[in-house]
């Protein structure tokens, strides 16, 4: 993967009459500005492509998180890494599809995704499930999904195809991701969060750990089952509509399956429980029974950081730029928060759709 391309900046954002300084720090008797400095802390997806788009500006990154770099330990690392700003339009504000289509296009420049599209169907008796999942999204056609998916033939009806929608391998984006930005001089610094800011300008990307400054940020639990099986073939994520939460299946490499994603409001990272290992697998199960001889490969959880509306947010306090809030929706909107954040820093840029004026936004450098 070629990661060489920064975010391209939106028309008409610009920040005049604000009140957000920009964090140049000039020499001494006007001459050029010096490089700014910037630390990031945390190395998920919100963090990784916090780095590009300040690297991408010329700034000199540091990444500092306690693994030094993408592991099982951010919650990044369990993502269905599905781009499908369609589908999350049943459940979504308009402002997850803006930063979507932002950001799909940032990815297909620099990772290359498997641009499938998503299919979307249902057990004949939650049919109307699948009529209500139509009139909440846009940008599909009804399909016969035997025909997008053969080995799915004669077991539903009908199905919604979103073409324009995209999926690719998480972890190895982030790996990749990660190895890019070193070879450009980012360094990667193994560590816990140094109290006293190092740089001009810090952006925090914890997510849940942050919870410690963004008091009302909560958890939303996720949990996932990584499965082997050779008697399917799948071209595509297959979301399969469920009474209490949608179920998503996503194909990888060498056979394996993705199979998410439970949202258990519980503010813990323990282990996938019992009732959610049963759902998850009998709703695998009755998209396609070859899914009962599965090889379970792995078991994970982990927390999405959410606000209260499970919106994004930018929130700046002093010489701190906090990026948080992303939900479900981590791999779908972190390049377009991360250029965000980039332009409120360096350029004074303003973008009330994702700043918290409630928060305060100067930054006194």
Not at 21 to 49: A, F, K, N
Not at 199 to 226: F, N, P, Q, Y
Not at 241 to 250: E, G, S, T
Not at 288 to 313: K, T
């Amino acid at each position: 993967m070629a990661f060489a391309e920064p975010l391209e900046p939106a028309p008409g954002r610009a920040g005049e009459g604000m009140g957000i300084t920009p964090v140049i720090c000039r020499r001494p008797h006007g001459e050029e500005p010096l490089t700014v400095q910037v630390e990031i802390i945390g190395s998920g997806i919100v963090g990784l492509t916090a780095a590009e788009a300040f690297a991408a500006r010329g700034c000199a990154v540091t990444v500092i998180s306690r693994s030094g770099g993408p592991t099982g330990e951010c919650c990044s690392w369990w993502a269905g890494g599905m781009l499908a700003p369609g589908c999350e339009m049943e459940s979504a504000e308009p402002l997850i599809g803006e930063l979507g289509a932002e950001s799909i296009a940032f990815w297909r420049r620099i990772a290359k995704p498997q641009q499938n599209g998503t299919l979307v169907v249902a057990p004949p008796r939650d049919t109307p499930e699948l009529r209500r999942f139509g009139r909440m999204t846009t940008g599909w056609v009804e399909t016969d999904p035997g025909a997008l998916e053969p080995d799915l033939a004669g077991r539903f009806s009908r199905g919604f195809f979103f073409a324009e929608e995209a999926h690719f391998d998480p972890r190895a984006v982030l790996v990749a991701l990660k190895a890019d930005l070193a070879s450009r001089g980012v360094v990667f610094r193994k560590s816990t969060m140094p109290e006293r800011i190092e740089a001009d300008l810090r952006i925090d990307c914890r997510g849940l750990a942050a919870r410690d400054e963004l008091t009302d940020l909560r958890g939303v639990k996720g949990e996932m089952l990584l499965v082997r099986t050779s008697e399917l073939q799948l071209r595509r994520p297959v979301r399969l509509l469920h009474p209490r939460w949608p179920l998503y299946i996503v194909p990888r490499a060498g056979g394996l399956f993705m199979i998410g994603a439970t949202m258990i409001e519980a503010g813990d990272t323990r282990g996938l429980t019992l009732r959610s290992a049963l759902e998850l697998m009998g709703a695998a199960y009755a998209l396609h029974p070859a899914f009962g001889e599965a090889e379970i490969v792995e078991i994970g959880a982990d927390n999405r950081p959410a606000f209260p509306d499970n919106l994004p947010r930018l929130r700046r306090r002093d010489r701190v730029i906090y990026i948080n809030g992303m939900f479900r929706h981590g791999f779908l909107c972190a390049p377009a928060m991360a250029r965000r954040a980039a332009e409120l820093a360096l350029d004074g840029a303003a973008f009330p759709e994702v700043v918290d004026e409630d928060h305060g936004e100067r930054c006194d450098v």
